[in-house]
């Protein structure tokens, strides 16, 4: 078998397909935020003002997938298809945003939420109710359904964890965290360290686990990885856990050491660490 082949292999068994009950699950509502949610068996998951959900319903479920929350339960909303855009005359030249123009409430609107109207009924009811919405071109009808949907719609899709959505999570979210190392800089950073199946790697990390998550994805369960760090406990590498790696792919293959040991009269405060076997 060729190294390639063992490289997708190892890469593809480094997490299970389906979501499993202790991930760290990202996911993407509609206003294209992502947030991080712990999946635990029986308990509930809370995403903000969208509501909450029983996380046993995410369970097993393939990633990629879009749900909306009704009543604490999950229903999978199924992809769009693409439309064709319809001929039209519309130039919004004509539109006058005044206040009259959409004339529903704040009340009546917080009113058929309540009474339990369906998001698309609701954008629906506001699209009758606006007075210059046949002026408007398709392209600006899209964007005001997809303004309405941020708005209202309690829905969001989940994000397989891999190395570039992880790694463009945490960019977002907090890019000091990881020092600023975006997807592509931290691809050719693995590609010019080699990084493959089997080999036996020396890696110092200071971006909060990023690189190491990088490693490990690549190595796949098979090789060695030492960290070097300044405690004598295995420091913690929060990017690693967003991963949702299989036991085999950090056991026994990465393993740290102290900075202080290099020292002669270092002597271990906690632990002592048998590492790098020949």
Known sequence: M?????????????????????????????NGDVKGVKIEKDSTVTIGRLGSFYANELIDQPYGLTFEMVDKKLKIVPPRTLQEVEDTDATNELI???????????????KLKLSGV????????????????????????????KRKEEKYSKSFTTIEPTLFN???YWFNKDQTRIRDLRPDSL??????????????????????????AGILERMGGQGRLLTICDT????????????????????????SLNWATSEEDYIPSKYIFTLWLA
Do not use: W
């Open 96 to 110: 006058n945003d005044g206040e009259f123009v959409q004339p529903l409430t704040i009340d009546e609107i917080q």
């Open 187 to 212: 691809s050719q950073l693995l590609n010019l360290a080699n990084i493959r199946p089997g080999g036996r790697y020396l890696a110092v990390d200071d971006a909060s686990g990023i690189v190491v």
């Open 2 to 30: 060729s190294s390639s082949s063992i490289s997708s292999s190892s890469v593809l068994e480094s997490r299970a397909s389906t979501i499993q009950c202790g991930d760290l699950v990202l996911l993407r509502i509609p």
């Open 118 to 145: 369906h998001v698309s009924d609701m954008i629906k009811v506001q699209i009758e109710a606006h007075a210059n919405y046949s002026l408007k071109t398709e392209y600006s009808k899209e964007k005001y359904k």
């Open 166 to 168: 992880v790694c463009d």
């Open 232 to 255: 004598d406990s295995p420091p913690a590498y929060p990017v690693v856990a967003n991963m949702n790696f299989k036991p085999h792919v950090t056991s026994g293959v990465l393993v």
